[in-house]
């Protein structure tokens, strides 16, 4: 099985930074993927960002521009630079990985989640 321990989270007021950190450790044959994804009480989690195993990358519509996903391979971590933060950002913030504990067995691993509140 992989692990993962998202870091960083904290409170900033509007239009400041923060850089969340995920990183996996277990089993690992190969990551296909990892993302971040955020979830706020009440509603359904829904994808941020995410980077694959070739580099490609993808945002949502709502933080292109202002986040960017990158991932260090030799750490196996994966981190989202959050900049000119909105309160609309608040959320708890899971890291998510796509991977392959060995050559036969893939699944999907969640971290437990870290959070991000953006108020002044």
């Known amino acids: 099985q992989v692990q993962l321990v998202e870091s960083g989270g904290g409170l900033v007021q509007p239009g400041g930074s923060l850089r969340l950190s995920c990183a996996a450790s277990g089993s690992i044959f190969r990551i296909n993927a990892m993302g971040w994804y955020r979830q706020v009480s009440g509603k359904q989690r829904e994808l941020v960002a995410a980077?694959?195993?070739?580099?490609?990358?993808n945002y949502a519509d709502s933080v292109k521009g202002r986040f960017t996903i990158s991932s260090d391979n030799a750490k196996n971590t994966v981190y989202l630079q959050m900049n000119s933060l909105k309160p609309e950002d608040t959320a708890v913030y899971y890291c998510?990985?796509?991977?392959?504990?060995?050559?036969?067995?893939?699944?999907?691993?969640w971290g437990q989640g870290t959070q991000v509140t953006v108020s002044s």
């Open positions: 980077i694959t195993s070739i580099g490609s990358r």
């Open positions: 998510n990985a796509d991977a392959n504990s060995s050559w036969l067995i893939k699944d999907i691993y």
